[in-house]
């Protein structure tokens, strides 16, 4: 067994020994709850009251028998960053999705495993987990075992020096009670080995290459373990290859029209209709059809340029049952969810800050407690050219950034500000710590134990960290400020208490806005409001 074998089967016990520790935790521990989380106006760090051991406390707002999320630290810290509903509702753990049953089942043929395969985006992390997010959604709706790709050196995540290698699943949390998960090399084990599903390469050189590059790759053609000569042979070998592109095309799941193989679409109803054109705009549909779902290998080739799948997942599909595409919304939310030790260490900071701020902002007056936050981008947002976007730099000085954001936040008032960045050049923030007590994730090193984590975690850290701020400004175009606007949304939190530093898009998230090309550039409200009913999230629904 190579070194990285072991490493993959590692990780494996660790997950098993991470489920049995939720489960155990779940049904040991007593829970508490309170209102912080709600943090609309009001912080307080009282304790709530104790529930019944194994029984968890109901989630107000959420369906029935839905309890609050936990997350394996203090009690406290749970209150102040879970927003998942953990365990889901009854409704969500008895749905089965009416595209995972399989036609060629239906007449009674023995049914294969069918798997969906995908390329890591090409861009930073946030892109990378938009993409992921699409791929768990198609492989939970239609019934798919998702291979997770290997250990590879995702963009911009380098700061173990150790080791560069990531799976994706390093930073979520464990999610396969709602999606069948394989990894690259025991797929390869299972359909290309054993039952020799798919023909490897004939030349000896090749396959060796192949068999290395499952279990982890470089973004290299030279490399003998190639994420790039990897995704080649799937695309060779997979049963069926989209070529769909996020801004081009837009995905229609509809559930009672499928499997008659309504590859043209317009068999829904008129209210359908017009929903489907609404949601794809100029986009072209696509409809999901019985030839996808017969072909035993899906392979997305999302690496490369012409098939990228940078757009949110909410935006990209679409089901023609809102009551469908909701719950997938919920489990995105519900499961697909940075891990226990991200959301531990940022919580921590989140109570040290929420502390300071009650004790020494509003000498326990309460109602105005809380800190501010900010995402101050600084690294040139990468200028990637979908279509006929550009994403333009939104660079700013700091002095611009306090003239344009001094109107909702509080300036002068000896008010915490909590600054997410990739600026390490402290003198920049000069002109906003003379009117705030600014705070950085370094400030907290010790207090979140980052020196014992992986050091890719600080972007993700330092998300959950800003999304609980009372109020929040972003940088446009950034994915990494728009999914803290999707947590906050999850969080309850208003979109009025969110504001984007440029003076050109600065209310973007203060009103209702349907999903529109550039898809990527910020989130949209379908995302999280009105997604614990089963209709269409609407402008009623904007809170
Ligand atoms: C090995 O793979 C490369 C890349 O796919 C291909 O160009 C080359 O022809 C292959 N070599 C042999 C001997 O098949
Ligand atoms: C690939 O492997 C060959 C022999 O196995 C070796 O000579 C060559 O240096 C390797 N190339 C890289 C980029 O590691
Ligand atoms: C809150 O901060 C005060 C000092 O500002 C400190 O004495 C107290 O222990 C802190 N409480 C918590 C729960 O961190
Ligand atoms: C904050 O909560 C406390 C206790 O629940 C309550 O008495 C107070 O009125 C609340 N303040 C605001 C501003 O909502
Ligand atoms: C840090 O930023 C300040 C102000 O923007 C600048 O004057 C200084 O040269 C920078 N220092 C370094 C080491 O880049
Ligand atoms: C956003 O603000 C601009 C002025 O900066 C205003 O013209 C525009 O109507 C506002 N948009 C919305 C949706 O409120």
Known sequence: ?????????SLRSVQYILIGGIFLYAVGIIVTYSRLM?????VST?????SDGDKPLPYPGRRQGS???????????????SYWSDPRSDFDRAFRSPFSVSPSALKNSPERRRYLSFEPDRGGWNNIRMEFEIMVVLAAATGRTLVMPPDNPIYLLHRDKRNRLRGLQKFFNVFDDVVDTISMADFFRMEALEKKSYPLPTDEKNRTILMKSVQSCLWTEQSNSSCLFLNNYLAQVADFVPDWHGEHHCLIMDDENWLRDASEGGDENEIQQQQTKQFCAKRTPVYYNKVMHDAPLIHFRSHTK??????HFYTFIHFTKPEIGNYYKRLIRDRVRYSDEI?????????????ESFTSYSNGA???AGYFSMHIRRGSLILITIGDFQWPKMRISADQWHENTRSWLEPDAGRLLYIATDETNRTFFGPLMEHYKVRFLDDYSELAGLSDLDPNFV?????VVASRGRVFVGTYFSSFSAYIGRMRGYHGLSGKRMFYSHPKYWNETQNWVYPHPAYASREYPTGWVGIDKDDEPSEKDFY
């Open 343 to 355: 959301f531990c260490a940022a919580g921590k900071i989140v109570k040290s800050l929420t502390n």
């Open 459 to 463: 972007g993700m850290i330092d998300q």
């Open 1 to 9: 067994m190579t070194r990285l074998e072991s490493y993959t089967v």
């Open 366 to 368: 309460g109602g105005d």
């Open 306 to 311: 012409d098939a990228r799948l940078l757009v």
């Open 67 to 81: 309890g609050r999320g936990r997350v394996q630290c203090d009690e406290d810290i749970s209150r102040l960053v």
């Open 38 to 42: 709600e943090f609309e106006s009001n």
């Open 46 to 50: 009282t304790r709530s009251t104790k």
